[in-house]
Structures are given as C-alpha cells and as structure tokens.
C-alpha cells in the first residue's frame, strides 16, 4: 500500500522540478567538495568538483528547453476518473431524487406521465366519460406502479 501511494506521488510530481532540485543537489556537492579540495589542496579534486559544478550549471541553462510530458496511460487514466466522477455524480442525483426536481424545473415532463395526469383530470370531472378502471390502467402501463399494484393486489387477498 506504501509502495502505491509513494508511486502516485512521484507520478504526479513535476519532472522539471525534480531535474532542477537534482542539478541544485549537484550543484551543492559539487561546491562542497570543491572546498575540501582546497582545503586539503588538491588541484585534481578542485578541478574535477569545478566540471561537475559547471556540468550541473549547463543543466539549469538547458532546462527552459524541457517539456513536460504527460504519459498516455496518466492521461487516460485521468479521463476514466473524470468520466466515473461524472457517472457517481449522476448516479446520486438519480437515486437523491434531485434529476426529477431538475426535470420538474426545466418542464420536462415524460408523456406517460403528463397522459395520466390529464386522464386522472378527466376522471374527476363528472362531465367527461372516462372512470377509475381507465386511470388505474393507465397508470399500470408505468413498470414500477404495475410491480406495486401487483404487490398490493397478493397483499390483500391474503388479507381476505
């Protein structure tokens, strides 16, 4: 589990960054041991602590020429989380009941609906010829109010 977090954070960290902190970590050695070599006097030491300093210095020159690249698999993997935060997201408001608060807003209204809305309508008014049997089967034309109508329907003959 370590390993795997460790491994997330050094994919997310900046290569340009790291390659810059290594030059300066270079950079630092380099100075250091630069001055050990004058302290002890040895020309070899000095010069080769010179080069590494001047090399590491060549680095920081190079780096606004660095890009930074994000790999395929990071990318990819980047859209599949955005995609599946977008999924949870609808996912919740479906089942919170909040999309049809939306749809309720907005007007949008499915026509099962808004036809049994105005047969119901029809139903109470004593002018108009449509009766209760019409509305309740209209209304089981909906899948989860059929599967209800049915569950009440065994409820109460069992009662009986």
Do not use: Y
Not at 76 to 101: E, M, P, R, Y
Not at 131 to 149: G, I, K, M, Q, T
Request: charged fraction near 25%; proline fraction near 4%; aromatic fraction near 6%.
């Amino acid at each position: 589990m370590r390993a795997l977090l460790i491994g997330l954070l050094l994919v997310g960290c900046n290569p340009v960054q790291r390659i810059s902190n290594h030059a300066n970590a270079i950079r630092t050695e380099a100075q250091a041991l630069e001055e050990h070599g004058q302290a002890i006097g040895d020309p070899v030491v000095v010069a080769g602590a010179e080069r590494i300093d001047g090399l590491a210095a060549g680095i920081h020159d190079e780096l606004p020429n660095v890009t930074n690249k994000v790999p395929a698999w990071l990318s990819t993997l980047q859209w599949w989380g955005i995609a599946v935060a977008v999924v949870a997201v609808a996912f919740v408001l479906w089942q919170s009941g909040a999309f049809t608060a939306i749809r309720i807003a907005v007007g949008w209204l499915p026509r099962r609906k808004v036809a049994a809305a105005e047969l119901a309508l029809d139903t109470l008014d004593d002018s108009r010829p449509e009766n209760d049997r019409e509305l309740v089967a209209a209304l089981r034309a909906d899948p989860e109010f059929d599967a209800a109508f049915r569950k009440a329907q065994k409820r109460r003959k069992a009662q009986e």
